[in-house]
T-cell receptor, first 118, second 115 residues
Framework: GAGVSQTPSNKVTEKGKYVELRCDPI?????LYWYRQSLGQGPEFLIY????????DSGLPNDRFFAVRPEGSVSTLKIQRTERGDSAVYLC????????????????FGPGTRLTVL | ELKVEQNPLFLSMQEGKNYTIYCNYS?????LYWYRQDPGKSLESLFV?????AVKQEGRLMASLDTKARLSTLHITAAVHDLSATYFC???????????????FGKGITLSVRP
């Protein structure tokens, strides 16, 4: 079946601009995660949705970052007033469930969006 | 705070030889994952380890988990070029404590197989 998809695959923007990154999780997966991966590093957690609500947004670096998942499926990560330090690959993952039972928590990752802020 | 360390960070392997790489973490966990990442690509799930003493094998790779030592090892048997990639381990806080399912990743180990 279809995996996690993300659009766009690449986004180049200028400092100060607003960007939106989209994630389409695996059908039926209720949990959705955003991570950010800088060059040479492992992914770092940003935000976790269980259904429509953000269950944990402790990884968002500041209030320029915001994410929504209004219908419990597709999610959009929004970055305002982009800075050069925001340049990274933004990864989305989904899992069948979040919490409760470990066996349902395997996260499947999308291809990522490479964001470059000039 | 949960911290995940992987070592070595880079390993040059000779084809046909055996190697072991390590992942250790700082606090109790009930789940550990190994992922593979090829350059410019996303993460591919390799192993899910959910209990102490868990051992899983896929082809030339075997992963094990020791929750008491807070250590997972990934053993490579008879390395081949196709195994060249970066390998990440990721750990979560125990779900039975009420923690959610987010993961903390190590920095990754880059494996390069030479003839």
């Amino acid at each position: 079946g279809a995996g996690v998809s993300q659009t766009p695959s690449n986004k180049v923007t200028e400092k100060g601009k607003y960007v939106e990154l989209r994630c389409d999780p695996i059908s039926g997966h209720t949990a959705l995660y955003w991570y950010r991966q800088s060059l040479g590093q492992g992914p770092e957690f940003l935000i976790y949705f269980q259904g429509t609500g953000a269950a944990d947004d402790s990884g968002l670096p500041n209030d320029r970052f915001f994410a929504v998942r209004p219908e419990g499926s597709v999610s959009t990560l929004k970055i305002q007033r982009t800075e050069r330090g925001d340049s990274a690959v933004y990864l989305c993952a989904s899992s069948f469930r979040g919490g409760a039972s470990s066996s349902y928590n395997e996260q499947f990752f999308g291809p990522g969006t490479r964001l470059t802020v000039l | 705070e949960l911290k995940v360390e992987q070592n070595p960070l880079f390993l040059s392997m000779q084809e046909g030889k055996n190697y072991t790489i390590y992942c250790n973490y700082s606090t109790t966990s009930d789940r550990l994952y190994w992922y593979r990442q090829d350059p410019g690509k996303s993460l591919e799930s390799l192993f899910v380890l959910l209990s102490n003493g868990a051992v899983k094998q896929e082809g030339r790779l075997m992963a094990s988990l020791d929750t008491k030592a807070r250590l997972s090892t990934l053993h490579i048997t008879a390395a081949v070029h196709d195994l060249s990639a970066t390998y990440f381990c990721a750990v979560g806080l125990p779900l039975y404590t009420g923690a959610n399912s987010k993961l903390t990743f190590g920095k990754g180990i880059t494996l390069s197989v030479r003839p």
